[in-house]
């Protein structure tokens, strides 16, 4: 069963560690550049021996990962939460094994271990947080047994067995590494939040965006229409009159009709086109009968497709305070999709039932399904998987806004292959109606 939501729509990845990667380039670049630096003022300057060689090494490690790290952003690859995840423990083990090298847990400069738990707590999950900060922990507890002892660190602690003074290091270390987990983690939290607030805004707006061009698009061309498809109207009814009391041609007759019918095809599309199909707040709500609705909706549809119809209405006189002709046209759309999707032959079932507060509308069908490519993008403006010339892609946004407009929502499920439904979440009372009586 594929299931989805079109508000909801899978993300691409965390966009967190995207965009923190050029900043975390340059950051390990200071980094490293500092540690060298370091492991040369020690050697050189502070004349403390240690094999300078082997020291340096871990460096270059971490100096060559972060030349491959930045040379990502060229590459069509997404980098993860897992990714920088892996590239801050292998800093942790560099930073690690330099120490090793220049004096163990007796370096002062163990503290560097703090850098990389800040960062991630600062750009990845918790769960990476948490994994450095044991990875620190236990790096810096092995500086204890595998070391390279370096005099010049040695007149504070003891030379053999453990030292009060290391001891006291590294318990500190191990409460200051989780202080900065919890509590950076937290504020972390806080922003990436806010962060998927403010997406979640801008989707929103964008959304609004495209209804407004959409509403002026309908407003246009039912100005622009409107005129010359009212003049087709009265000339055909015109010529109508002719031909039935002086031609006395069926012919004729039957001409006019016809094109009547198509102008008030015409008319019905302009008006499915138009905002009030997804601006209903023009129409104020009025009490309907569940079954009285469904009647109307298939209603709107020819002898021969009203057949193909499977109206299903719970037990019970219930009532709902809609704005009827909105809901009408919003189903309407749903139905069409369907029986298009149904080539014809087979049923559709359009069921209505209530849930506490809703008012729940499912339209099934048992045509050929939908792979989940289409249903993330089922609901966006101007995306149909018709033939062009037999849609224009804006039945189901226009379903979508109008239900989010009253409150409601609009999901789909599909099986490829066996069908797809429709449910269609509306509150029994409508922003702006009376009580519902059921």
Known sequence: MISASPSQAPSAGDPAASLALPWVVRLRYGMVAGEIAVVLGMYYGLRIGFP?????????????SNVLLGRLGAFPVRVTQNTLGAVFCLDTLCLTAMLGFTGGATNPFSSLYLVQITLSAVVLQKTWTWILGA???AGFGLLFFVRLPAVEFAPHHFDEGFSPHLIGMWIAFVVAAALITVFTGKISDALRKR????????EQVAKNERLASLVTLAAGAAHELGTPLGTIAIVAKELEHYAAKVAEDDAVLGDSRLIRSEVDRCRRILERMSAQSAEPMGEAPARIGLRDLLVQVSGQFPEARRALLDLQVAAGEIEAVLPVRATVQSLVALV???LDASSGTSAVTISARTNDSLLVIAVRDQGHGMPASVLRR???????????GKGMGLGTFLVRTFAESLGGRVSFDSVPGKGTTVTVELPLHAPGGAHVAA
Do not use: G, H, Y
């Open 52 to 64: 300078l060689r082997w020291a340096l090494m871990p460096l270059a490690v971490a100096l060559a």
């Open 135 to 137: 990875l620190s922990t």
């Open 195 to 202: 962060e998927q607030d403010v997406l979640i805004l801008q």
């Open 336 to 338: 069409q999709n369907a």
């Open 378 to 388: 089922i609901a966006e403006p101007f995306f149909t998987t018709k033939e062009p």
